[in-house]
């Protein structure tokens, strides 16, 4: 895997959040990943596996 990514990362992901932004911070890392909008704030938690898949880069290691 050569995107690395640490707990305080902000990822990009593919796809925009419906409030416009599609930067993340990395809130929670384990089986699950639990990510936070940068503009709104929603939390939401995904697969691991599935968050590999949507991440497009991150911003700030």
Do not use: Q
Not at 13 to 20: A, I, T, V, Y
Not at 34 to 42: A, G, L, M, T, V
Not at 56 to 61: I, Y
């Amino acid at each position: 895997m050569d995107k690395e990514y640490k707990l305080g990362s902000v990822v990009m992901m593919k796809k925009p959040h419906p409030c416009g932004t599609n930067l993340w911070e990395i809130v929670r890392i384990g089986a699950d990943i639990k990510i936070k909008c940068i503009n709104c704030s929603r939390v939401i938690m995904l697969p691991r596996i599935e968050f590999n898949k949507k991440l497009k880069k991150v911003v700030t290691f």
